[in-house]
C-alpha cells in the first residue's frame, strides 16, 4: 500500500507519462480559454451563494460560540455542585449503612478529609449530631484540620436539624454568612438515618469565593466576565468576589446586584437599558443587550433550578464591538474573492496539477484513518503553496488529536460503530457478560497528606497497570469511579471465554500491582492493596445517556454483585497484596484452568438464593 509522502504516492496510469502530462496541459489551456467566460459566471453564482451561505455561517457561529461558552460554563459550575453533592453523598452512605461507625471520632474523621482530597470545592463538612455537637472537618491554607463544635446555639445547624428530623431528602441551603469564616457559603445539607433513627445532619459547604475564584480563573481566558446570580438580584460569584467582599453580614450573605462593584452587571435587569439582542439565543440559553456607559454589551445566561429553591443564574456579557470584528471580516472576505475571481481563471490548469499530489496523499491517509490504523500514517509533507500547507498541518493535527482520542474511547466500540455505520447497532440488549470491580483498599490512608499533583500521579499510574491488563485480554474499561475501576467482557463484542479472560487479566493486575510496590518500597512508599471483584451473569448492555451524550455501559443486579465481591474481598482476604474475589458462576466458565478456594456464600438484596463466594488463587 503506498504511504502518505511516498515517491510513488500518485499511482501511475494510462497516459501519465510526459506526453500524457502534454496532452492534459493543452486541454486544460484549451478548457481555459473556450469556457473562461463560462467559468467566470460560475464562479460569481459560486460566490454569491457562498457570501449569502456565509453571512447565514458567520450569524450562526456566533450563536454556536456563545451556545460554547455558557455551556462549558454552566457544566463547570453544575459540575462543582454536582461533585460537591456525590462526595457528600457518599460520606452520607458510608455513615447510614455502618461501613463508618458515627460514633467512632477517628473512622469520621478519615471519611471527611477523604471527601474534601476527593473535591477541593468543599471548603468545609462537618457531621452534626441531634444534640449540636458537631465534628467538623476543614480546609486550610497548608493542610485540613478537624474540631469539635458546639453548634446547640448556632441558628442555622438548628435549623438544618429541625429539617432533618422532618426530612430525608438532601436539600441545598440558601447561602449563609459564617462569621468564623468571614464569608458566605453554600452548604448541601443530608440527613442521616440509620435503621430509621435520625442520626444527625451531614453539611457540605461550598465558599462563595471558591466559587469566585473559578470565575477568576475563566477571567485569565475568553470569557473574562462571567458571573452568577443568586436569583436575580443577589451575586453568588463573581472574580470580584475571589479575594472576598466587603459588608458581607448575617443579613446580608450575598452582596445585592444594586451596589455590586461591577458597573455593567449593575444594569444588567435595569429596564431603560435593556434592549433584545440581533442574535437570538437557543433555549434554553437567554439573551439581550444593555447599554451603560454609553457601550452596548450582550448578556448571555442560562438559569439552573435543579439545585438550590431560588435559580442560579450562570452567564456572562460581551462588548459587542468584539463582535462586530467577525462581520467585518466577512466583508473583507467577500473583497477578497473578488479580487481573485481574475486570477482563479487563469491559474486555474496550474493549480489543478498542483492539487493532484497532494489530494492524492491526503486520500491515503483518509483511508487509513476511516481503518483506525493510526499507527500507519505519516504525518503530510509541507507546501510552498499556503493553503495546502494550511490544509497538511491541520490534518496533521487532527491525527494527533484521533490519537488522543483513542486514549478516551474503547477501540472495540470504535471499530464495531465504524463496521455497522450506526448508533443503533449499538441498542440495548441483553447480553452475558463478565463484570470485574476493582477498589484500592485504604485509599484514604494513601492519599492523605498527598499534593493533588501526588494523587493524581498515583492513581495514574495505577489505572494504567489496570487498564493495560484489562484491555490486553480483550476487555473494556467502561469507567473510573474514584480509585475504582469497572470493566466487562461479552460487549460490545459477544465473547464466549468472557470469565476466562477475566481471570486471566485479574492475575495479571497481581503480577503488575506486585511489581509496582516492590518499586515504592524501593522508594519507601507504603504499599498499595487491591481488591477484585468478578461476576458472570447477565446485564442490560447498550448505551445509555441523553441524546447528546451517551455512553455505552451495562447495568443490573449482575453489576452490582461484582461490586459486592469487590468489597467483600476485605472480608475474605484482609492482608491480600491483591484480593481477587469471584462468583460461582464465574467458576463454572473457568474449564477447570484456574486454582480457586471456596470462602462461603453472600447474601444478595433482591435475590433468594445467596452467592457462592470462590477466592482466585491462580492458574491451574
Excluded at 458581607?248 to 451596589?259: I, T
Excluded at 466487562?488 to 485479574?506: D, H, L, M, S, V
Excluded at 465481591?565 to 473457568?590: C, F, H, N, R, Y
Aim: with cysteine.
Amino acid at each position: 500500500m503506498t504511504r502518505p509522502g511516498d515517491a510513488g504516492a500518485v499511482a501511475a496510469r494510462p497516459g501519465a507519462g510526459q506526453g500524457g502530462r502534454s496532452r492534459r496541459l493543452s486541454l486544460s489551456w484549451l478548457l481555459v480559454l473556450s469556457f473562461g467566460s463560462l467559468i467566470a459566471v460560475s464562479i460569481l453564482v459560486v460566490l454569491g451563494f457562498a457570501v449569502y451561505g456565509a453571512a447565514r455561517n458567520t450569524v450562526d457561529l456566533l450563536r454556536d460560540r456563545a451556545d460554547l461558552g455558557i455551556g462549558v460554563l454552566t457544566r463547570e459550575v453544575e459540575g462543582l455542585l454536582e461533585s460537591a453533592g456525590d462526595q457528600a453523598g457518599f460520606v452520607a452512605r458510608a455513615l447510614e449503612t455502618g461501613e463508618t461507625d458515627p460514633g467512632n471520632p477517628e473512622q469520621v474523621t478519615a471519611l471527611l478529609f477523604g471527601a474534601m482530597a476527593a473535591d477541593p470545592a468543599i471548603g468545609a463538612i462537618a457531621l452534626i449530631r441531634p444534640d449540636g455537637q458537631a465534628l467538623l472537618a476543614e480546609r486550610t491554607e497548608t493542610l485540613a484540620k478537624v474540631r469539635t463544635l458546639d453548634f446547640s446555639n448556632d441558628e442555622a445547624a438548628m435549623t438544618a436539624l429541625r429539617y432533618g428530623r422532618a426530612n430525608r431528602e438532601p436539600v441545598w441551603a440558601p447561602p449563609i454568612y459564617r462569621q468564623d469564616y468571614d464569608s458566605s457559603v453554600l452548604t448541601l445539607q443530608i440527613p442521616i438515618y440509620r435503621n430509621d433513627r435520625f442520626q444527625g445532619m451531614l453539611a457540605a459547604a461550598l465558599g462563595v469565593m471558591a466559587l469566585s475564584e473559578f470565575l477568576e480563573h475563566l477571567s485569565a481566558g475568553s470569557a473574562p466576565n462571567t458571573f452568577v446570580l443568586y436569583g436575580r438580584d443577589r451575586v453568588l460569584a463573581h472574580r470580584f468576589m475571589a479575594a472576598g467582599y466587603p459588608g458581607l453580614s448575617l443579613q446580608e450573605p450575598l452582596p445585592a446586584l444594586a451596589w455590586f462593584g461591577d458597573p455593567v452587571l449593575t444594569h444588567m435587569w435595569t429596564p431603560e437599558a435593556m434592549r433584545p439582542a440581533a442574535i437570538e439565543a437557543r433555549p434554553p440559553l437567554k439573551s439581550h443587550l444593555v447599554e451603560a456607559d454609553g457601550n452596548n454589551y450582550l448578556f448571555l445566561y442560562r438559569e439552573l433550578d435543579a439545585y438550590t429553591a431560588t435559580p442560579l443564574i450562570v452567564g456572562a456579557y460581551f462588548d459587542t464591538d468584539v463582535m462586530s470584528d467577525e462581520i467585518n471580516r466577512l466583508f473583507n472576505s467577500i473583497i477578497v474573492g473578488l479580487a481573485a475571481l481574475a486570477l482563479a481563471v487563469l491559474l486555474a490548469l496550474f493549480i489543478g496539477r498542483r492539487l493532484s499530489r497532494p489530494v492524492s496523499r491526503l486520500s491515503s491517509v483518509a483511508r487509513l484513518i476511516g481503518e483506525l490504523r493510526l499507527e500507519d500514517i505519516r504525518d503530510l509533507p509541507h507546501s510552498r503553496v499556503r493553503e495546502l500547507d494550511e490544509q497538511s498541518s491541520a490534518f496533521n493535527s487532527m491525527t494527533g488529536a484521533l490519537r488522543w482520542f483513542q486514549a478516551y474511547v474503547p477501540r472495540s466500540l470504535v471499530h464495531q460503530l465504524m463496521r455497522e455505520g450506526d448508533l443503533a447497532s449499538l441498542a440495548s440488549d441483553r447480553r452475558n457478560v463478565t463484570v470485574m470491580f476493582s477498589d484500592i483498599a485504604g485509599y484514604s490512608t494513601i492519599s492523605e497528606g498527598k499534593s493533588a499533583a501526588e494523587v493524581a500521579a498515583l492513581l495514574n499510574r495505577h489505572f494504567g497497570i489496570l487498564t493495560g491488563a484489562i484491555e490486553a485480554e480483550g476487555g473494556t474499561v467502561d469507567k473510573f469511579i474514584g480509585d475504582s475501576v469497572m470493566a466487562f467482557w461479552g460487549a460490545p463484542e459477544k465473547q464466549k471465554n468472557r470469565a476466562i479472560r477475566a481471570c486471566r487479566a485479574a492475575l495479571a493486575i497481581r503480577e503488575g500491582i506486585a511489581a509496582d510496590n516492590r518499586e515504592r518500597e524501593a522508594r519507601g512508599e507504603p504499599p498499595v492493596r487491591v481488591r477484585l471483584g468478578i461476576h458472570s451473569g447477565q446485564a442490560t448492555a447498550g448505551n445509555i445517556g441523553a441524546p447528546s451524550r451517551v455512553n455505552y455501559t451495562v447495568i443490573g443486579d449482575d453489576v452490582n454483585i461484582a461490586q459486592r465481591l469487590e468489597q467483600l474481598g476485605k472480608e475474605v482476604s484482609p492482608d491480600a497484596e491483591v484480593a481477587i474475589t469471584v462468583s460461582a458462576s464465574t467458576v463454572a466458565d473457568l474449564d477447570g484452568l484456574f486454582e480457586v478456594e471456596p470462602v462461603g456464600e453472600m447474601e444478595v438484596k433482591g435475590r433468594a438464593a445467596p452467592v457462592a463466594v470462590y477466592r482466585l488463587v491462580g492458574m491451574a
